[in-house]
């Protein structure tokens, strides 16, 4: 079986000597646990989630504070410094370190917009039906966060209408009983499918 961290390493840097790969899909689809295995696979690839970038103001209007902390350090070679929110608290923490390791994974929804494109190395597509996937997130989130999914929903709803990812992914992702089936995507090719298990990376839990 092709080894797909194998493949990513071997693609040409898209941003500075960085292999910047996105996983974007609809809230709920399995975004974080994914770019976690793909992480494991990859050796420990350091991993940005954008929840850690947008805010309740700002749940998709970050691309210049993204652009400012993270993309331009790492074109330069040199470790971005972004300021992660606190979702509960509601403000902005004190600057974490994000390392330009020969891969870095962008995780979040909006991963794919057009803004970043220029700078991913492949993008991935969770690929599961949006209602599903809302679904998913509701259920995971409890009643608790019931308020905040009333709100996001419709915000994402508008920002994919106007900025859809999924026809520029390279690969689409496909949760399977026993792990990911990845299957070439609007963007890719047929020689890029394959099937990651369980079995596959001891330590990840799909």
């Not at 929804?109 to 690929?127: K, N």
């Not at 599903?132 to 915000?155: H, L, S, V, Y």
């Not at 994402?156 to 792990?179: C, K, M, N």
């Amino acid at each position: 079986m092709p080894d797909l961290a194998a493949r990513l390493r071997r693609l040409p840097p898209s941003c500075g000597p960085v292999r910047l790969v996105g996983v974007d899909g609809h809230a709920g689809s399995g975004k974080s646990t994914f770019a976690g295995v793909l992480a494991a696979r990859l050796g420990g690839a350091p991993v940005l989630h954008l929840d850690d970038v947008a805010s309740h103001d700002q749940l998709f209007d970050w691309t210049g504070r993204l652009l400012d902390q993270v993309i331009d350090p790492l074109r330069r070679g040199v470790p971005a410094r972004y300021t992660p929110y606190d979702w509960r608290a509601r403000r902005f923490g004190p600057p974490r370190a994000l390392p330009p390791a020969p891969v870095v994974l962008l995780e979040g929804v909006g991963a794919g917009r057009a803004a970043l494109r220029p700078y991913l190395a492949r993008l991935f597509w969770m690929d599961l039906p949006r209602d599903e996937a809302w679904a998913r997130g509701r259920a995971r989130d409890g009643a608790e966060q019931r308020t905040f999914w009333d709100g996001w929903t419709p915000a994402e709803r508008r920002h994919f209408a106007a900025d859809p990812s999924r026809p520029f992914a390279h690969l689409l992702v496909l949760q399977r009983e026993l792990g990911y089936e990845v299957l070439p995507g609007p963007a890719g090719t047929a020689s890029e499918a394959l099937f990651l298990t369980q079995g596959d990376d001891p330590s990840a839990k799909c």
